[in-house]
């Protein structure tokens, strides 16, 4: 009997352990914002809590404008019949970054039923302000330096937006290698995150020569991620991977490719009932990468028993097989 009565206890106390909620308390932030920008500190959690308080310290980097701000979402989903709803709460912060620096925004705390949870960490870059890209304006009329006929064919026209503002390269993960030795590359695209994109007009990507190739495979639309290279921060996006081999000895260079993209251009207004309809219009940015150098050397030393290519296409193999896999993993 007192046998019976604890399997039924077992029991009952598994089934409540699996249907237990499971709090969840996340912070984020943008990866990277300028000295003196605004941007979002946001908490969401899924059930609600109280006295939130946020990561020690916080004010030493940045200041907070404004916040708590709160909000409560409702969601319901029914997978093979089973109906799984939940609750999400929210709360935003204003905050201003004060200084240059990499800081580390230490967990947050909140009470929910009388325990208190600990949010993740993250990492916030601050870079120096940067001032906007002057955007060539085109007048209301369409005079913007190119020919009549080719505005009314609806041709985007050809406009300089600087090197600082749109550009791509190739990101080598080694530049001086041995012969075989694997080297990935990724072709991205770094675009100024006040200039608006409307699309790809022509797109050439590099060829790899002297190289053995296998690309990798990624998601066919590009998505785009704030990143900070040369101490300022742009929106990237990655138009392409490559697993990479070099086959010969010496220097290889991956030559500049060009492509072309659609931007959207602020038209000026002519009259005052032109703010009432869209203000943009479609032009074509032209941009060329610049060449990359690869070193590579033969292999020291090679064994008695070294058979030359074989061993070389069998290592090759290998290791496009467990790149792949981790490739896989990662995905």
Known sequence: ???????????????????????????????????????????????????????????????????????????????????TQETTFGYIYILRAKQEGTFELRPAAIEVGGKIFESNSIKIQVVKAQSKPA?????AGGSGGNSAAEQQQGKPQNVELGSDNLF??????????????QIVATVKLYLNPNIPIAGFDQVNLPTYEGFYTQDVEIPQQVNFTREVYDNKIYQVGVLKKTILFPQQNGKLTVE????????????????????????YRTVKASITSNPVTVNVRDIPNPPASFMGGGVVLISLRISVLKTLQQMMLLL
């Open 256 to 279: 500049p490719f060009n492509m072309s993209l659609l931007v959207q251009q602020k038209v000026k207004q002519s009259s005052f009932f032109d703010d009432f309809f869209n203000s």
């Open 135 to 139: 955007q060539p304006q085109a007048g």
């Open 168 to 181: 791509v390269r190739v990101e080598m993960s080694k530049q001086n290698v041995f012969k075989g030795e």
């Open 1 to 83: 009997m007192i046998r019976t009565i604890t399997t039924y206890l077992l029991i009952f106390l598994t089934v409540v352990s699996a249907n237990a909620v499971q709090t969840r308390f996340t912070m984020d932030a943008p990866a990277a914002v300028e000295v003196g920008q605004q941007f979002r500190l946001s908490f969401t959690i899924n059930e609600q809590g109280s006295n939130l308080k946020l990561p020690p310290g916080i004010e030493n980097n940045f200041d907070i404008l404004m916040g708590p701000s709160t909000s409560q979402s409702f969601s319901s989903s029914n997978i093979n019949g089973k109906i």
